[in-house]
């Protein structure tokens, strides 16, 4: 479906009423998505990278890093690859605050946006279509990483419902970043932009956290900074639901790796509510305002 074709559909809706809204929601989802088959390669941060991190460092770093209590081992290096994937998880839902925003990038140099705020739809409608279609492609990564992580030895040992919980908190961080990436890229010019302050917010959150090594070993000021650093939190809540932690892990100092979930959760509805307000409020007011 084109973006003129959806603009047109849309623009003989009444606004007002929830029925009305959702249908406008589903219409502009399929708009966000039925570009996937003439452009897969839109798939590759959410697929490809994921699986390049987990051969880059379950089995070249990996050989190299001890997770705190073993020995260099072979047993070793497989308890790292499983320690590994909780980090790969929140690392791939992070980074899509950076796809979405090249998205919406893309959207507004062509014109959709201004075509669709011309219309007399809710506004929340646009933005809240293309969250949902980001976190159908986000979902799509969070299956390969975990079949993935299947074959390199990853596995759920907390059992069911602690394994649900892990994905729903999973698909809650990327909701999250994908509001916030929303934001992002209404207030910028073009893709490259988006990509770099991305890049340049995104990139010490995840390699200054837990999610590649763990922390005891840190200087004091990263320490402290990686425990109560978000991402610190959101990976120590994947790995304790998916039953990941390493045998005799100490417990940690800072509040938010005693508790990750509650942490994470909060975070959540932070990122969340703060992003989509944000991203409304500009577009309502537009790119020039």
């Known amino acids: 479906m084109t973006s003129v074709a959806v603009a047109d559909s849309l623009s003989t809706r009444r606004t007002g009423s929830l029925a009305k809204t959702m249908d406008e929601v589903r219409a502009l989802v399929w708009r966000n998505l039925s570009h996937i088959p003439r452009m897969p390669e839109r798939l590759a ?128 961080i990327a909701f999250a970043m994908i509001c916030i990436g929303i934001f992002v890229g209404q207030l910028v010019k073009n893709p490259m932009s988006a990509q770099a302050i991305g890049f340049t917010l995104i990139f010490p959150l995840t390699f200054a956290s837990n999610a590649f090594v763990p922390t005891d070993n840190m200087p004091g000021p990263l320490k402290v900074f990686s425990e109560w650093n978000p991402v610190s939190a959101m990976v120590q809540a994947v790995r304790e639901l998916f039953g990941n932690l390493p045998p005799g892990t100490p417990v940690p100092d800072a509040w938010p790796l005693q508790n990750p979930v509650l942490a994470t959760v909060i975070w959540i509805v932070v990122f969340a509510v703060i992003g989509m307000t944000l991203a409304v409020r500009k577009y309502a007011r537009g790119r020039d305002q």
Not at 70 to 80: D, G, H, I, K, L
Not at 97 to 124: H, Q, W, Y
Not at 159 to 170: E, H, Q, R, S, T
């Open 45 to 172: 941060d959410v697929t490809v990278m994921p699986v390049m991190f987990v051969i880059l460092f379950g089995y070249v770093f990996g050989s190299a890093i001890v997770i705190p209590g073993m020995e260099m081992s072979p047993e070793s290096s497989a308890a790292y690859r499983e320690f590994l994937i909780g980090g790969i998880f929140v690392q791939s839902v992070v980074f899509m605050c950076i796809t979405t925003a090249v998205g919406v990038v893309n959207d507004m140099k062509e014109g959709v946006i201004d075509r669709f705020r011309s219309l007399p739809i809710s506004r929340v409608s646009v933005l809240l279509g293309r969250a949902i279609a980001s976190l159908v492609e986000g979902s799509l990564g969070i299956f390969v990483m975990a079949i993935c992580g299947l074959i390199v030895g990853w596995g759920a040992h907390n059992g069911f419902g602690n394994a649900v919980a892990a994905f729903a908190l999973l698909a809650g």
